[in-house]
T-cell receptor
Framework: GESVGLHLPTLSVQEGDNSIINCAYS??????FIWYKQESGKGPQFIID?????DKRQGQRVTVLLNKTVKHLSLQIAATQPGDSAVYFC????????????FGAGTRLAVHP | GAVVSQHPSRVICKSGTSVKIECRSL??????MFWYRQFPKQSLMLMAT?????????EQGVEKDKFLINHASLTLSTLTVTSAHPEDSSFYIC??????????FGPGTRLTVT
């Protein structure tokens, strides 16, 4: 039958504000997590990653926080810019196998001037 | 470095025909390549994992006879959608991986079946 498209949750922020995008992952045995940015009509672009033995990692303007107790991942973007507007996906790597990734549902970030 | 290309970027085909999509790692050798499908406003869904020289491993619900995967070399994997139907219209994305955790994604191929 015809699949029903999901509506991605949208986070709207003002330019210059900080953004926090959240993700709940499914597998407590996952040992590696990645955040990707996807612009319309393009493939995912790597932003930042974190291993399960860490709870925080910082990059340039981005920070990833991992809470294994509640299986929660967040991406913080400082001083959000219009160029940050995109859909953001978290992904978890399933332990073992061929480094298979499971993607979260995604969040659309809309940055307003 | 770590560039992955896909060809074609867009393709329109008639219902019942087959279409082949190529995924190439341009500057590294990929031991593993992954194929994903993404419907509008949805996430990436893994279709299959392929390793060079061996048969692909398909995810549950993905028909291996409909989505033929060939990983003939360490830099090329192909996905052939056989007997395509309008419901196969989607955005197909490949990724390539070395022995590390990282996957490098291609730009995607928009398939429209009329």
């Amino acid at each position: 039958g015809e699949s029903v498209g999901l509506h991605l949750p949208t986070l709207s922020v003002q330019e210059g504000d900080n953004s926090i995008i959240n993700c709940a992952y499914s597998n407590s045995a996952s040992d590696y997590f990645i955040w990707y940015k996807q612009e319309s009509g393009k493939g995912p672009q790597f932003i930042i990653d974190i291993r399960s033995n860490m709870d925080k990692r910082q990059g340039q303007r981005v920070t990833v926080l991992l809470n294994k107790t509640v299986k929660h991942l967040s991406l913080q973007i400082a001083a959000t810019q219009p160029g940050d507007s995109a859909v953001y996906f978290c992904a978890e790597k399933v332990k073992g196998g061929y480094n298979k990734l499971i993607f979260g549902a995604g969040t659309r970030l809309a940055v307003h001037p | 470095g770590a560039v992955v290309s896909q060809h074609p970027s867009r393709v329109i085909c008639k219902s019942g025909t087959s279409v082949k999509i190529e995924c190439r790692s341009l500057d590294f050798q990929a031991t593993t390549m992954f194929w994903y499908r993404q419907f509008p406003k949805q996430s990436l869904m893994l279709m299959a994992t392929s390793n060079e020289g061996s048969k692909a491993t398909y995810e549950q619900g993905v028909e291996k006879d409909k989505f033929l995967i060939n990983h003939a070399s360490l830099t090329l994997s192909t996905l052939t959608v056989t007997s395509a139907h309008p419901e196969d219209s989607s955005f197909y994305i490949c990724s390539a991986s070395t022995r590390s955790y990282e996957q490098y994604f291609g730009p995607g191929t928009r398939l429209t079946v009329t």
